[in-house]
């Protein structure tokens, strides 16, 4: 059928305050025009992340009631671990309260100055935790993945030649090879199960553990599934044990495919690695039975896990973004193509070349869009990837603007809504002004940083 519609049906409702083009205007001011400072309930639209903003099925709110809050020992902890063991095949699971604890954890214990950390493409709090250590975190995207326009099926896969030449150079200096999926920097672009085969064969060859950054994977599953050959006639749940198989280790953010409000885990093989992981996690996030989460968290995760692998729900989940990717290539809005799994990126640089990438194009289409319709979106360039950890700054290769859709929260009238905002904005895009910082933090500026205009 051409109409996409939502494979469940709504049992609870929250209202939307609806404000005026003038409260918006006023709310960006008194916000430094930092879409992170600005209160929900002033938002109509929410995709500034898709991160633990799901909607919970009525079998998840039914699971709260079975969390068990004991500090040691919880059933609630045991029926997690059978969960994620059900779909990634590691030995320790290790429960924490979002993915970027997993890896802090993670790199205090592999990380380090000098060390080196390869991937496809890292992300904000990853590459943050890599740096904190003094270690680098070194994108390994190929070239032809750079190209916004470029409508090739795997565009978040490992360039598997330089990932070689960089463990033949630096080998010395790689504690593990990462691989994010889906490529969330890169446009929520998927990698292919035989790029993640091959780059975890290529580690293995050099004796490197191969870690997978696996918050979305449910999500790749299906890109592999509907665009990958011979993959057709395969159930999510096997690609995804697939794909997991040929690690060493997983990080998670469970506040993404596990349909989590809260919650992560760091997953290994490792035993001596594992132990020390543990004595870590005590010391920063709780026990290991629970490692900072409420019992109830726990439940729900185990529920959730189960049900990201349902295909008519993955089905309509692509389809809607690919449904308002499709409207906006007809009137000529520049987005990443194809459309990620669980956003659609606007490509800045293209819509806004009056803009230079250090008057940052990115933020000011992100407010331009919460002014015009109250929509609120993330900045993903040069605000976000520019800052180097030496202090300076530098374009980044993208500079682009995403919307990353909630689970199971919005309909498709909200999309029709959100389509008719971004072309608005792209109509009067050339008035559009370029920002500065006024004011940063060291390290991921993007959350506190304050704006304002430049006058030129």
Known sequence: MKTIIEPFRIKAVEPIRMTTHAERTAILER????????????????LLTDSGAAAMSAEQWAALQRGDESYAGSPSFERFEAAVKALMPFRHVIPTHQGRAAEAILFSLIGGPGKLVPSNTHFDT???NIEATGAEALDLLPDAARDPRARLPFKGDMDLARLEDTLKRDGHRVPC?????????????????ANIHAAAAIARKYAKPFIIDGCRFAENAWFIKTREPGQHDRAIPDIVRDIFSCAEGMTMSAKKDAFGNIGGWLALNDDALAE????????????????????????????????????????????????????LIAAG???????????????????LPHIPPLRYPGQSLAVALYEEGGVRGCEIGTVMFGRKPDGSEQPAA???????????????????????????????????????ITQEPKALRHFTARFAFVSD
Not at 31 to 46: C, E, G, T
């Open 276 to 327: 020390a992981a543990r004595a870590r996690l005590i010391l920063t996030e709780g026990f290991p039975t629970y490692g900072g989460l409420a019992g109830r968290d726990l439940e729900a995760l185990a529920q959730g896990l189960s049900e990201i692998v349902d295909e008519d729900y993955l089905r309509y989940r692509i389809r809607a973004n690919e449904y308002i990717g499709e409207r």
């Open 398 to 436: 993208l500079e682009l603007v995403r919307l990353a859709m909630p689970r199971r929260v919005y309909t498709q009238s909200h999309a029709d809504y959100l389509i008719e905002t971004i072309i608005a904005v792209h109509e009067r895009r050339e008035g559009l002004r370029g920002m500065r």
């Open 177 to 193: 090879v990462m691989m994010t999926i889906t490529n969330n920097a890169g446009g929520g672009q998927p990698a292919s199960l």
């Open 333 to 351: 809005v520049p987005i990443v193509e194809p459309v990620g799994g669980h956003a659609v990126f606007l490509d800045a640089k293209a819509m």
């Open 31 to 46: 916000a430094a025009y930092n879409l992170f400072a600005i209160p929900s309930r002033d938002v109509l639209i929410d």
């Open 126 to 128: 990853t590459r943050g």
